[in-house]
T-cell receptor, first 110, second 116 residues
Framework: KNEVEQSPQNLTAQEGEFITINCSYS?????LHWLQQHPGGGIVSLFM???GKKKHGRLIATINIQEKHSSLHITASHPRDSAVYIC????????????FGKGTKLSVKP | KAGVTQTPRYLIKTRGQQVTLSCSPI?????VSWYQQTPGQGLQFLFE???????NKGNFPGRFSGRQFSNSRSEMNVSTLELGDSALYLC???????????????FGPGTRLLVL
């Protein structure tokens, strides 16, 4: 069983739709990361959160530590949001040692 | 501040050769981690360095090695390259808060290695 599970694997949406990507993990963690990877490979850290909710622009991330579950929401999606979204958790208490989900490939159509 | 830089960006090698990849972290960051990304396995942790010491190592064979210099720059080396080593190699840096807590990882653009 993977320690970090993401769903869905692929997601196609129409511009303007509300999008939710889910992440479940099986290890105890102090924080969870949401990352965005565009074609070409560059990875950008979107959020690091250990409780509750964080918001940045149209992106919202929530986490429920008890349920070991996090969600990434995108409101009013736009074609430029098309990317792979990856959740990651630190392993063994070391923040520099991340375990990654397989990623969710999002495609937003105009 | 300049971001994390990695050199070279692209590399083609043949089986059996060795390769050295370089990562310069964001100024002031002392922690550097390396990751391998392949279509089949996704992103996997290779090593983590802090203040020239390897703190953690992922589940990779001994052909994969790394080091960190006093200026926090880091290199990773892969000896006796195999076809399966073809991947995107990413490094990430972070500032390790003295009081502990969590750190945001800042990723470099990656080095794309092709082994023929």
């Amino acid at each position: 069983k993977n320690e970090v599970e993401q769903s869905p694997q692929n997601l196609t949406a129409q511009e303007g739709e509300f999008i939710t990507i889910n992440c479940s993990y099986s290890v105890g963690i102090s924080a969870l990361h949401w990352l965005q990877q565009h074609p070409g490979g560059g990875i950008v850290s979107l959020f690091m959160l250990s409780s509750g909710k964080k918001k940045h622009g149209r992106l919202i991330a929530t986490i429920n530590i008890q349920e070991k579950h996090s969600s990434l929401h995108i409101t009013a999606s736009h074609p430029r949001d098309s990317a792979v979204y990856i959740c990651a958790v630190p392993y063994g208490g070391s923040q520099g040692n991340l375990i990654f989900g397989k990623g969710t490939k999002l495609s937003v159509k105009p | 501040k300049a971001g994390v830089t990695q050199t070279p960006r692209y590399l083609i090698k043949t089986r059996g050769q060795q390769v050295t990849l370089s990562c310069s972290p964001i100024s002031g960051h002392r922690s550097v981690s390396w990751y391998q990304q392949t279509p089949g396995q996704g992103l996997q942790f290779l090593f983590e360095y802090f203040s020239e010491t390897q703190r953690n190592k992922g589940n990779f064979p001994g052909r994969f090695s790394g080091r960190q210099f006093s200026n926090s720059r880091s290199e990773m080396n892969v000896s006796t390259l195999e076809l399966g080593d073809s991947a995107l190699y990413l490094c990430a840096s972070s500032f390790l808060p003295l009081a502990g807590g969590s750190e945001t990882q800042y990723f470099g653009p990656g080095t794309r290695l092709l082994v023929l």
